[in-house]
């Protein structure tokens, strides 16, 4: 069942209008007294789309938000920001001289602090979830 704009909640709505901008499909199965799962669907090689997308929903809910398209990007982005960065997302797959996990050990290591983060990987297979977890 897609998703529609007319279901209630600002939260929902907005996040029908970015999958629109993603050209994503937004779908939900619910159950009386156990709740909703909604899963969304978009496309596998629009890297840039997908990060404005996923910034674009982060500042409707209202928060300041810088993002960078590759490892070495990230790090000038770090430096330039004093390392102020409350909470960090992360693609697993950033670059190709370091993966987005190695690029948030970075920052961490620069910072001189751990801040809080969400690793994103399309990439599924056992040895990729469990280097993720790994690296904490």
Not at 107 to 134: E, F, L, N, Q
């Amino acid at each position: 069942m897609a998703f529609h704009a007319r279901a209630k909640g600002l939260g929902l709505s907005i996040v029908d209008r970015i999958a629109r901008l993603l050209a994503a499909e937004i779908t939900f199965r619910s159950r009386d007294g156990r709740g909703s799962r909604f899963s969304i669907s978009v496309p596998l090689d629009d890297a840039q789309s997908l990060r404005s997308g996923l910034q674009l929903l982060l500042e409707g809910w209202g928060y300041e938000t810088v993002a960078a398209g590759f490892c070495e990007e990230a790090l000038d982005l770090g430096a330039r920001e004093g390392w102020r960065f409350d909470a960090m997302v992360a693609d697993h797959r950033l670059g190709a001289r370091l993966s987005g996990t190695q690029t948030v050990n970075e920052i961490h290591a620069r910072s001189g602090r751990k801040v809080p983060t969400i690793v994103i990987a399309g990439d599924t297979s056992p040895d990729r979830i469990v280097d993720i977890h790994a690296s904490g």
